[in-house]
């Protein structure tokens, strides 16, 4: 089994910061690339941020200079740092990961729970 657990969201007013946290723990063999997603009530779930372990990293328009993502590939851990945080950035901040759980296997999508993010004064 794999599990991927986020944590770090909350209330923050706008102008914030939040750090979100997203371990992965379980049968791991390797881990492919990593990203952030979030939904907002009655929307569709988009990419916020990608992360392919090494040198491609990428982010959704709306997100470039105020979030940050990195990995920390020896505790199978990515995270993201969110500046300057506005209230459209509410939403539900789900981890996503492609992971293959042994040599022989191929890479498998696994998501988190998700951790609520509210931007609000």
């Known amino acids: 089994q794999v599990q991927l657990v986020e944590s770090g969201g909350g209330l923050v007013q706008p102008g914030g910061s939040l750090r979100l946290s997203c371990a992965a723990s379980?049968?791991?063999?390797?881990?492919?690339?990593m990203g952030w997603y979030r939904q907002a009530p009655g929307t569709q779930r988009d990419k916020v941020a990608f992360?392919?372990?090494?040198?491609?990293?990428t982010y959704a328009d709306s997100v470039k200079g105020r979030f940050t993502v990195s990995r920390d590939n020896a505790r199978n851990t990515m995270y993201l740092q969110m500046n300057s945080l506005k209230t459209d950035d509410t939403a539900v901040y789900y981890c996503?990961?492609?992971?293959?759980?042994?040599?022989?296997?191929?890479?498998?999508?696994?998501w988190g729970q998700g951790t609520q993010v509210t931007v609000s004064s």
């Open positions: 996503n990961a492609r992971i293959r759980r042994s040599a022989w296997e191929l890479a498998r999508e696994y």
């Open positions: 379980g049968s791991i063999f390797s881990i492919a690339s």
């Open positions: 992360h392919n372990g090494d040198t491609i990293i």
